[in-house]
């Protein structure tokens, strides 16, 4: 075999998926900005001693009901009482909750809002 062989396609295989998965965990959390990004769920600014709660973009349809508040942040106060709280943080633990990331891991949200990476069954 060769460098130039089907092992060096195989190679370039494994680069595209290396980027892909890069380029994944680089969104995995809503863009912040303190002081100008907003809260989803009140409309106001989120500042930088403001405890928060983020996702990742992870409903894929925009006719979903949530769709809006997947890749948003919010204040953790505003979380907490909102009414969709417990469907929201259902929705993402049976969907990138159930992701097995590379370490062994998968990202689990409390009921808080919280997302800790816990060991994949
Ligand atoms: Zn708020």
Redesign the pocket.
């Known amino acids: 075999m060769t460098q130039n062989g089907p092992e060096a396609a195989i190679g370039e295989g494994r680069l595209v998926l290396t980027r892909a998965a890069e380029d994944w965990q680089n969104r995995l959390m809503a863009i912040f900005i303190i002081g100008k990004s907003k ?1 989803s ?4 600014a ?1 500042a930088s001693d403001q405890k928060r709660i983020a996702t990742t973009h992870f409903i894929e349809s925009p006719s979903h009901p949530l769709w809006r508040f997947s890749d948003s942040n ?2 953790y ?2 979380f907490q009482n909102w009414a969709m709280r417990e469907d929201f943080v259902s929705l993402y633990n049976s969907t990138i909750g159930r992701i097995r990331w590379g370490n062994g891991t998968r990202h689990e949200m409390a009921i808080d809002g919280e997302v800790r990476s816990v060991p994949a069954a």
Request: glycine share 10%; with cysteine; hydrophobic share 30%.
């Open positions: 809260c769920l009140c409309g106001d989120i919010m204040h106060d505003c």
